[in-house]
C-alpha cells in the first residue's frame, strides 16, 4: 500500500488508521504487513463499502479535509469497488514479521508464514 507523501508522518504518529481505496478487487489482507519506512502499517481489518457511505467524518480520519478531497485522490484507476482499510503503525520490523511491498499475498506466501510458525 502506498501513502501520500503528506500523510505519511501522520500514519507514523498514529494520527490517521484508516484508509479508503478504490480497487477492483481487494489488494491487502488482515494481518499483513506493508512497508513505511522506517517501520510498517498492519492491516488491522478491511471490509467493503459503498462511495454513498463515506462520512465527511471518515473522510477526515484518513487525512482528507472532507469526501470531495478524497475522492479526488482516491480516483485515479479503473477501481469503483470502495475498500476500508483499517491499520496501526509498527515502528520497527518485529523478529520473525515478513513485509509485503505492495503485492497481494498468494496462498504459497501463507504456506511459508505457516511453516516458520
Known amino acids: 500500500?502506498?501513502?501520500?507523501?503528506p500523510l505519511r508522518d501522520p500514519i507514523r504518529?498514529?494520527?490517521?488508521?484508516c484508509t479508503r481505496r478504490l480497487w477492483q478487487r481487494c489488494h491487502v489482507r488482515v494481518g499483513g504487513l506493508?512497508?513505511?519506512?522506517?517501520?510498517?502499517?498492519?492491516?488491522t481489518g478491511?471490509?467493503?463499502?459503498s462511495v454513498q457511505e463515506i462520512t465527511p467524518e471518515?473522510?477526515?480520519?484518513?487525512?482528507?479535509?472532507?469526501?470531495?478531497?478524497?475522492?479526488?485522490?482516491a480516483r485515479h484507476g479503473p477501481g469503483r469497488r470502495v475498500f476500508v482499510v483499517e491499520f496501526?503503525?509498527?515502528p520497527t520490523r518485529e523478529k520473525g514479521?515478513?513485509?509485503l511491498r505492495g503485492r497481494r499475498p498468494?496462498?504459497?506466501?501463507?504456506?511459508?508464514?505457516?511453516?516458520?510458525s
Open 58 to 73: 471518515l473522510a477526515r480520519r484518513s487525512g482528507f479535509a472532507g469526501v470531495v478531497d478524497l475522492l479526488k485522490v
Open 46 to 49: 478491511v471490509f467493503e463499502t
Open 106 to 116: 498468494g496462498p504459497r506466501l501463507a504456506q511459508r508464514a505457516r511453516r516458520r
Open 34 to 43: 506493508y512497508e513505511l519506512p522506517p517501520g510498517a502499517v498492519r492491516v
Open 97 to 99: 514479521l515478513r513485509v
Open 88 to 90: 496501526e503503525y509498527v
Open 13 to 17: 504518529r498514529g494520527e490517521i488508521t
Open 1 to 5: 500500500m502506498k501513502f501520500l507523501k
